[in-house]
């Protein structure tokens, strides 16, 4: 793809997307073409403007290197598993020869649950087989069966833009003047070396943490800071005399607590630009983790105000406050105390799930590590030093609850 836009003049700017949400992405225009081993199908050319094919393979029957089921050619798939992306066309393959599939989101989860017994086979593009075995240290899978017809992978975009001449043109040149067998050279040779997990983890160090600055704290911050807002506003509904604000504070802590934040990410970010509302990947991240923070956030400053003695809204209006300033004056302070434990955890549940926003383009710690383990497959050294990172953060919070705690201790009526 990057010969490509060197060819045409224009600047190649990748966004990583799982298999399974890459055509609701591209439908929803969060990006112009798919670069991904896609093949031709007489659906996708239905659906999608489809470039002249790159590359002709064929696909391949993965299994462990004991092979402890014996499977030797597709025939022998009849009742056994199979890890396959559900949406391509090697799981309508594998299903067609009798086996169950077990959806995974790529390559390194499907070869580890091959390694680990949980499947039984893969079948996959030749290419990007041959390129794990080539690029994982220990591979710990063979290949033992081709399937009988060839797969053609194609570049797809949305129907009408008028890309695929130009791409057609530039693919055609690289055929002709080697280009495209020099990639291939250079991606699938089989003495490719892999580096190390050690220089893994120097490599990497850095764009992890530059990564955890720049995107996971802002966005944790931010959505906790709007959270709280909303969290307060829908308490302060809740407790309210009138029936509206009360409903609606219902309904809204219903929905929330009610659907799955990957489920509200997806809809936001994938749903909305159906009605025309097309929102950036870290906004849409941030209106997703504000809500959930909100609806979660809510009945836990309800408790807390509520827990606060009636005794102390009586003082307050004595003094001639009203329901307001002695809200902001005498009960929150006082409910802060018995909120900061719980609201402390949302906030550590809160950074922890910005990991999900990678669902949504968002290219944050979680995702770094995932781009930086993605070339050698190498991923145990990758998610360990990311976790590394997140148990620091979270170690930080845990710190500044304890402070928070003492300062707010004073507030506490005697």
């Not at 797969?151 to 040149?173: H, R, W």
């Not at 922890?352 to 949504?360: A, E, F, G, H, M």
Request: charged share 20%; with cysteine.
């Amino acid at each position: 793809m990057k010969a490509v836009g060197e060819r045409l003049g224009v600047e190649v700017e990748f966004v990583a997307t799982p298999w399974d949400s890459m055509f609701a992405a591209l439908a929803a225009g969060r990006f112009d073409v798919v670069a991904n081993q896609v093949n031709v199908n007489p659906e996708r050319e239905k659906l999608y403007d489809l470039s002249d094919p790159y590359v002709d393979t064929a696909g391949v029957l993965v299994v462990a290197e004991d092979n402890p089921e014996g499977i030797e050619e597709l025939s022998d798939l009849k009742g056994m598993r199979a890890a396959e992306n559900l949406t391509s066309s090697w799981a309508e393959v594998a299903k067609d020869h009798g086996a169950e599939i077990v959806g995974v989101d790529g390559m390194n989860e499907a070869m580890s649950s091959l390694k680990e017994g949980r499947v039984d086979a893969i079948v996959n593009d030749k290419l990007a087989v041959r390129n794990y075995i080539a690029t994982s240290p220990d591979p710990g899978v063979k290949i033992v069966a081709e399937t009988d017809d060839q797969a053609q992978s194609v570049f797809a975009a949305k129907k009408g833009t008028g890309y695929m001449p130009e791409i057609n043109q530039a693919l055609a040149e690289m055929e002709e003047d080697g280009t495209t067998q020099a990639i291939y050279d250079k991606y699938f040779s089989a003495d490719k070396a892999a580096p190390s997990a050690w220089d893994l983890v120097k490599d990497n160090a850095w764009p992890m943490a530059w990564a955890t600055i720049k995107v996971t704290i802002p966005l944790t911050a931010i959505s906790f800071a709007i959270g709280l807002v909303l969290a307060l506003v829908t308490a302060i509904g809740r407790m309210s005399t009138s029936a509206v604000p009360r409903a609606i504070a219902r309904a809204y802590i219903s929905i929330i607590r009610g659907t799955p934040l990957l489920v509200q990410l997806f809809l936001i970010f994938y749903a909305l630009p159906e009605i025309g509302i097309d929102l950036p990947p870290f906004v849409a991240a941030v209106i997703a983790l504000s809500l959930n923070v909100g609806g979660y956030a809510a009945e836990v400053i309800r408790s807390a105000i509520e827990s606060i003695p009636k005794g102390q809204w009586e003082a307050a209006q004595t003094i001639g406050m009203g329901p307001r300033t002695a809200l902001r004056r005498i009960i929150l302070p006082q409910a802060a105390r018995t909120a900061i434990p719980p609201l402390s955890n949302t906030l550590v549940s809160l950074l922890k799930d910005t990991s999900l926003t990678s669902i949504i383009l968002v290219v944050e710690l979680t995702q770094t590590a995932r781009f930086a383990a993605a070339p050698t497959f190498q991923y145990m050294p990758m998610f360990a030093l990311a976790a590394l990172y997140y148990w620091i953060i979270c170690t930080i919070l845990s710190v500044l609850q304890d402070r928070a705690e003492e300062r707010f201790s004073r507030y506490v009526a005697a």
